[in-house]
């Protein structure tokens, strides 16, 4: 077996989470350690402003890159220090980048991940796998969600249906059939929203626990409004971002009722309209699996998952650590073991899933310094 570093920023803009696993095959992996660096206030505040802005410049969208880079580098550094490891221990980089805009549906298509990789090789001095979903994209697909290969390799299990839900920024989900099969695709918001209403309502990065949420009362009205959006309708496949589940979109969407409304019922209307998305979308083959496993920073989300199991009666909703993966590092290994897949040129998509054209190698392998083979 050997190490692999998997670097992931989600649409939260929280951080980054490093995770370090050792990988001998698709099905033959062990994670070894997790870092979770956060970012700079400043650097934080500067994306969200970047993601809301329809006219970044280009020297700011650069300097951005740049700053990214660095503490995606940092973070893999920290995270093999902390380990005893050098360069010469570690096989490859997986770097998701931080998406400051995804239009897979764009004329003309494109997804744009910023968290420079050259920076990644150079002050680690390890291969670094970078760009991932622009092949995809390339190859007509939507270039998300790509984590689904690997939750079909490490989570489904041969007669048995179940899925794997991803709650991030955005939320996807990866059905698992019993006879093989793998669909997934992004549901909508998964902490993008609740993170802005509650930043904007009471100074906190994010809701814990959804203890705010819980003291909130549901509004149908609300709701409604919000499930009109034809995303929600939309089939697969199909991928999703904070660019088109913004603030912006709240504010339209749900117009006097966010100020009529008192805030902590926006709030937990938010959480409902969360699992009320993930809910539809697995029930949308006609029968919801009989097992859900979760990860992402959702997971610890109490009041989400109570509201989310509720929504879905006759399934049972997990966390990936009953599998052996903590919910918060699933998604850092899924880059690991992309890299994995790059570096032994596999490819890495599931046309099934993106929509493209046909399985692809995917990103892009800048070199380091560090004496791999």
């Known amino acids: 077996m050997k190490h692999y570093v998997g670097l992931m920023s989600g649409t939260s803009r929280d951080g980054i989470d490093a995770v370090l696993a050792a990988i001998g095959d ?16 400043e650097l934080a505040h500067d994306l969200a402003r970047a993601v809301e802005d329809r006219t970044l410049s280009v020297q700011t969208a650069g300097a951005l890159d740049a700053r990214v880079g660095e503490q995606f580098a940092r973070a893999a550094s920290e995270l093999m220090q902390r380990e005893g490891l050098s360069a010469a221990d570690i096989r490859g980089i997986g770097s998701h980048g931080q998406t400051l805009h995804h239009a897979p549906r764009g004329e003309p298509p494109f997804s744009w991940q910023i968290g420079d990789p050259f920076r990644i090789a150079e002050r680690t001095g390890v291969d670094t796998v970078a760009m991932f979903r622009q092949r995809d994209i390339a190859a007509g697909g939507e270039g998300a969600p790509l984590a689904c290969a690997f939750h079909a ?63 909130g009362r549901r509004d149908p009205e609300l709701l409604a409004a919000l499930l009109e959006d034809p995303y929600f309708r939309r089939p697969p496949p199909k991928s999703t971002g904070p660019e088109h589940f913004s603030p912006r979109w709240l504010a339209e969407r749900g117009g006097t009722m966010l100020t009529n409304r008192d805030a902590a019922d926006v709030q937990a209307t938010l959480v409902e309209l969360t699992a009320r998305a993930i ?3 697995l029930a949308r083959p006609g029968t ?3 097992d859900v496993l979760i990860c992402g920073g959702g997971a610890r989300n109490d009041f989400l998952l109570k509201r989310l199991a509720a929504a879905l009666p006759e399934t ?11 919910a918060e590092q699933v998604e850092g290994v899924a880059f690991a073991w992309l890299a994995f897949r790059t570096l032994n040129q596999r490819p890495g998509n599931l046309p099934a899933v993106t929509g493209a054209r046909g399985a692809r190698i995917l990103g892009c392998v800048i070199p380091g310094s560090g004496g791999n083979d």
Do not use: K, M
């Not at 698709?26 to 206030?41: I, K």
């Not at 049972?316 to 903590?326: N, Q, W």
């Open 26 to 41: 698709d099905r033959d992996l062990r994670v070894v350690a997790h870092h979770h660096r956060p970012y700079p206030a």
């Open 316 to 326: 049972r909703v997990r966390l990936t650590d009953d599998e052996g993966i903590p």
């Open 288 to 290: 919801p699996p009989e």
């Open 153 to 215: 390799a490490r989570f489904a299990r041969p007669g048995h249906d179940r899925a794997v839900v991803n709650i991030g920024g955005i939320s996807n989900v990866t059905r698992l059939e019993p006879q093989g099969e793998v669909a997934g695709h992004d549901c909508g918001p998964g902490n993008t929203l609740l993170d802005h209403w509650v930043r904007q309502h009471r100074g906190q990065p994010y809701d814990a626990g959804g203890g705010w949420a819980r003291t």
């Open 279 to 281: 809910a539809d979308e």
